[in-house]
Nanobody
Framework: QVHLVESGGGWVQPGGSLRLSCAASGRFFSIDAMAWYRQAPGKQRELVATITSGDITNYTDSVKGRFTISRDNAENTVYLQMNSLKPEDTAVYFC???????????????WGQGTQVTVSS
């Protein structure tokens, strides 16, 4: 069984920073693309940032220049460094990954449980 577990959420004032982490655990061969999504109250879940197995990154326009996605393949972990946070960044942040295992050779999609990020004064 494969699991994704996020950590690092919390409350921060506007202009502050937070770093989210998401670790994959269980029995698997490899992790392909990893990503962070977020869902604000009353809104659809949106893609925030992605990173491929070759460390190619992509960001939604609203976070470009403020957020940085990275990964540590040895630790099976993806990070989201969030700087210059704004109230509109308030949301539950979800980790997402495509993971290959003996039961899913071509990869299956997994979600973490989500971590709350609140930006307010």
């Amino acid at each position: 069984q494969v699991h994704l577990v996020e950590s690092g959420g919390g409350w921060v004032q506007p202009g502050g920073s937070l770093r989210l982490s998401c670790a994959a655990s269980g029995r698997f061969f490899s992790i392909d693309a990893m990503a962070w999504y977020r869902q604000a109250p009353g809104k659809q879940r949106e893609l925030v940032a992605t990173i491929t197995s070759g460390d190619i990154t992509n960001y939604t326009d609203s976070v470009k220049g403020r957020f940085t996605i990275s990964r540590d393949n040895a630790e099976n972990t993806v990070y989201l460094q969030m700087n210059s946070l704004k109230p509109e960044d308030t949301a539950v942040y979800f980790c997402h990954a495509k993971i290959r295992s003996s039961g899913n050779y071509y990869g299956a999609l997994y979600w973490g449980q989500g971590t709350q990020v609140t930006v307010s004064s």
